[in-house]
C-alpha cells in the first residue's frame, strides 16, 4: 500500500493551498480516509476525515471553515482544499487510510503517507 502527498509549498497568510494524496495498493472505497499535521516540537493532530462515499465529513475546530477534505474514489484520490491559511497551520502534513468506518479522526489509522510540508509566513 503506498499513500503519496504532494502539492504542499509556502505560501503568505490568507492564502490558499490545495493538498493531493494518491493512494495504491488499496480498495479505496472502502477505506475511510484522513489528513493529519505534525508541526516541529508539537504532536500529530488530526485535521479532517471523509468517509468511504464522501457523504460524511469531519472537522477539527481549528480548520472548519476553512479547509475543505473531499475524494475521488475513481481516481484513488484524497484532497484537501486550505484556505485563509495561517502561520499557525504550518507543518507536515500526512494523509491516511482506515479501513471502512465513517470519517472520525479519533481511531488508529492503518496505512500513512510520507507527508507534504506547508509552510504559512
Known amino acids: 500500500v503506498q499513500l503519496v502527498e504532494s502539492c504542499g509549498g509556502s505560501v503568505q497568510a490568507g492564502g490558499s493551498l490545495r493538498l493531493s494524496c494518491k493512494s495504491s495498493?488499496?480498495?479505496?472505497?472502502?477505506?475511510?480516509m484522513a489528513w493529519f499535521r505534525q508541526a516541529p516540537g508539537k504532536e500529530r493532530e488530526g485535521v479532517a476525515a471523509i468517509s468511504t462515499g464522501a457523504d460524511t465529513t469531519y472537522y477539527s475546530d481549528p480548520v472548519k471553515g476553512r479547509f475543505t477534505i473531499s475524494r475521488d474514489n475513481t481516481k484513488s484520490a484524497l484532497y484537501l482544499q486550505m484556505d485563509s491559511l495561517k502561520p499557525e497551520d504550518s507543518g507536515t502534513y500526512y494523509c491516511?487510510?482506515?479501513?471502512?468506518?465513517?470519517?472520525?479522526?479519533?481511531?488508529?489509522?492503518?496505512?500513512w503517507g510520507q507527508g507534504t510540508q506547508v509552510t504559512v509566513s
Open positions: 491516511a487510510a482506515v479501513y471502512g468506518i465513517g470519517a472520525r479522526l479519533d481511531t488508529e489509522y492503518t496505512y
Open positions: 495498493g488499496l480498495t479505496f472505497d472502502q477505506y475511510c
